[in-house]
């Protein structure tokens, strides 16, 4: 029996070690700063530090990669929430949107964050912090209503925007 279990430890530990070979890419590519969603949208600050403090590893290219993404099986978990996070909205590249995709994308970030669904439930179990107040879900709504419209109203050239 004892034999078992140390062979079945030693077979852990390798595969253990083997997946550490896998390393996801941990990426920051260069922020152009006249793309960022601050740049190009007015952004309050009180806002601004929200994205940051509970988006931004997700959402842009300012990620801070913890020690955990460096350890496999962790370290596939979060390179691949930033890569899905990053293709559905870049904060650092809010520039690259047209017209229609902003519109979209302020309506997607006020209705996610008032369903508790960003951000996501496994990064709150480690980010505390990053979780969102009634006031602060109310004060981002606010704004990317606003946005919005002002959006809606300045486009003549492309078609009425979708909800
Ligand atoms: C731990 C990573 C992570 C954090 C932190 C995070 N998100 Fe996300 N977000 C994702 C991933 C992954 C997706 C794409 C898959 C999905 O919708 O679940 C996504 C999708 C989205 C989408 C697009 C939904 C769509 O329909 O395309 C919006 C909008 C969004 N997040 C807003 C936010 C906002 C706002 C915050 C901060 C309050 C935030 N997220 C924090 C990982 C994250």
């Known amino acids: 029996m004892r034999k078992v279990i140390k062979w079945v430890v030693i077979a852990i530990l390798v595969i253990f070690l083997g997946m550490q070979v896998y390393q996801p890419e941990r990426t920051n590519p260069p ?23 509970s988006c931004f590893d997700c959402h842009s290219h300012n990620t801070r990669w913890p020690f955990y993404s460096y350890i496999a099986p962790a370290s596939w978990l979060v390179a691949a929430d930033v890569h899905e996070g990053r293709k559905h909205l870049n904060l650092s590249m809010w520039g690259d949107y047209n017209t229609n995709k902003r519109v979209a994308k302020l309506d997607q970030i006020c209705q996610e964050i008032s369903d508790e669904k960003m951000p996501l439930k496994q990064y709150l179990l480690l980010h505390s912090s990053a979780a969102l107040s009634k006031a602060e879900v109310d004060l981002i709504c606010d704004w990317a209503d606003e946005q919005r419209e002002k959006l809606m109203a300045s486009d003549t050239t492309e078609s009425p925007a979708q909800k």
């Open 31 to 53: 922020v152009d700063e006249t793309k960022t969603l601050f740049a190009v949208v007015t952004t309050p600050p009180e806002i601004r530090t929200v994205f940051e403090r």
